[in-house]
Each structure stands twice: as C-alpha cells, then as structure tokens.
C-alpha cells in the first residue's frame, strides 16, 4: 500500500526566505506526482505536476523536483511572501484510475 | 467560470438523517472522485468513477453510495448519517490516462457536521 509522508508538519519561515518542503513515497511506481495548496476553509489548489519520467517543473517562484527510485519529492520555494501561508499538500498518482494517495501536508506561515 | 461545482457547501444532519452531495465539472473530465478529509489524516478517498455509468470503491467506502448517471455529475450518497461521518468532502475531476493533462482539479468542499 503507498503511503506519503510530508516532513515537515509545520514550518514558520520570515518573509523573504528560501524553503524546501519534504514529501516521501514508499512505492516508486507512480505515474505522476503533484502538489497542492490549500488554504484555511477552501479547497485544493493544483501548483505542479511532475510526471513519472520528469526530474522537475518549474512555476514562477515555485519549483519541484521528483526522484522516483528514492521515493522523494521536494518543493522549493523562493523568496517566501506571507501571501504563501498554506498548506501544502503533495500526492501520487500511482496509475489505476488516476487515484491519488496523499500525505497530510505542511503548514506553512510567512511571518513579516 | 470552468470548474468543479460542489453543493451544498455546508451541512448539519442528525444521526441517521440520508442526504446527497453533488458535484458538477463543465471540463469534459472522464474521471471524477470523491475525497473526505479529516484532521491528521489527510484526504482519503471514499469512491470514484472513471466514466459515465460506472463507479468503485475507493479506500474508504462503507457508509455511502454514489452514482454517476451523466457524465458531468457525480453524486454522493449517506443513507444513514453517522457522526464519523463527520468531515470535509472534497470531489474532483481528471481528464483520465488518455488525456492531455493527468492533474486533478477540486471543489471548494463541503463540510458536513453529523450530530
């Protein structure tokens, strides 16, 4: 059974700073990753999709890297904005119906 | 604007009270799914359909139903409301293996509070 596990659970950085959030996956076989943002009350957010032969993708500030034969996954973020305050949220496609599997996020808070 | 629908957005049932939660994508996705979330465990998936007329058991079934008569709705169903049954559900859409983009896109939720 896939598992996925985010290091780490909450993280609170000054605004400005670079950071890296963690995601673990226990079966390489996947056929994409991806990573999501949620914020309070609301529903998710896609931010990047990796896929399986990918090494990572890039979006404006954002950035994701994807090992599949270590089962790792991060997500840079440059140059923190408290309008990043979120959870973020990393899942994996493992093929079958396109079913994700996630892990229960980071919290994220950009202090000024 | 294109996307997925959910409702209600909120929703208090007694014990044992039934309701459906719809959603609605305008995208053309084949694939939709319905996920609940709860603290510390993250979302976990309850059903899913991966076209029109058809649906499956996902990792967390027992207590719901669900039904996808057209391709653009999935609805979930609780015949007999229980207060784990308590949380937010989240539906979403996927083009499928056979589209241009495997990403998911999601509702905005619904958070159901059995009492």
């Known amino acids: 059974k896939q598992e996925v596990t985010q290091i780490p659970a909450a993280l609170s950085v000054p605004e400005g700073e670079n950071l890296v959030l963690n995601c673990s996956f226990t079966?390489?076989?996947?056929?994409?990753l991806q990573w999501f943002r949620q914020d309070p009350g609301k529903g998710l957010t896609s931010l990047l999709l990796?896929?399986?032969?990918?090494r990572e993708q890039t979006s404006g500030r954002l950035n994701a890297s994807l090992d599949k034969s270590s089962g790792r996954s991060t997500l840079y973020i440059a140059a923190s904005q408290p309008g990043d305050s979120a959870t973020y949220l990393c899942?994996?496609?493992?093929?079958?119906?396109?079913?994700?599997?996630f892990g229960t996020g980071t919290r994220l808070q950009v202090t000024l | 604007n294109a996307g997925v629908t959910q409702t209600p957005k909120f929703r208090v049932l007694k014990t044992g009270q039934s309701m459906t939660l719809l959603c609605a994508q305008d995208?053309?996705?084949?694939?939709m799914y319905w996920y609940r979330q709860d603290p510390g465990m993250g979302l976990r998936l309850i059903h899913y359909?991966?076209?029109?007329?058809?649906?499956a058991k996902g990792e967390v079934p027992d207590g719901y139903n669900v039904s996808r008569l057209k391709k653009q709705n999935f609805l979930l169903g609780l015949e007999s409301a229980a207060p784990s049954q308590t949380s937010v559900y989240f539906c979403?859409?996927?083009?499928?293996?056979?589209?241009?983009?495997?990403?998911?896109?999601f509702g905005s939720g619904t958070r159901l509070t059995v009492v």
């Open positions: 990796i896929q399986s032969s990918q």
């Open positions: 995208m053309n996705h084949e694939y």
């Open positions: 899942a994996v496609n493992t093929g079958t119906a396109s079913k994700l599997t």
């Open positions: 079966d390489s076989a996947i056929y994409n």
């Open positions: 979403a859409s996927s083009y499928g293996s056979g589209g241009p983009n495997y990403g998911y896109t």
């Open positions: 359909s991966v076209g029109e007329g058809t649906t």
